[in-house]
């Protein structure tokens, strides 16, 4: 049974740092992609991050590059999310979700994604 667990969110000053972990259970990572996306109040789920083991080619919006990054331990199976210089505007609950397949050129689209975790609230707020 696929299962995806979420980890790290809290509450952070502007310009703090998170990092978020996403705990796979039930496949293993190296032939899925995995996508870190995010929903705010009232805003449609937005894709994030997107990494597969097997290409190694990372994706990330245009909102979070330079900022965030993703990364793997797939002796752990769990995939994290690196924050830093976080910004009010990153506030939201943050999902991670496995695709068959690699991430692809519409990595974003949340429909891509079968299995999805519960999610973690990132707060940013002085």
């Known amino acids: 049974q696929v299962q995806l667990v979420e980890s790290g969110g809290d509450l952070v000053q502007p310009g703090g740092s998170l990092r978020l972990s996403c705990a796979a259970s039930g496949f293993t990572l190296d032939y899925y992609a995995i996508g870190w996306f995010r929903q705010a109040p009232g805003k449609e789920r937005e894709g994030v991050s997107c990494l597969h083991s097997s290409d190694g080619r990372l994706y990330y919006t245009d909102s979070v590059k330079g900022r965030f990054t993703i990364s793997r331990d797939n002796a752990k199976n769990t995939v994290y999310l690196q924050m830093n210089s976080l910004k009010p505007e990153d506030a939201a609950v943050y999902y991670c979700?496995?695709?068959?397949?690699?991430?692809?050129?519409?990595?974003?689209?949340?429909?891509?994604?079968?299995?999805w975790g519960q999610g973690t609230q990132v707060t940013v707020s002085s």
């Open positions: 979700a496995q695709q068959v397949g690699w991430c692809g050129s519409t990595w974003y689209r949340p429909n891509n994604f079968a299995s």
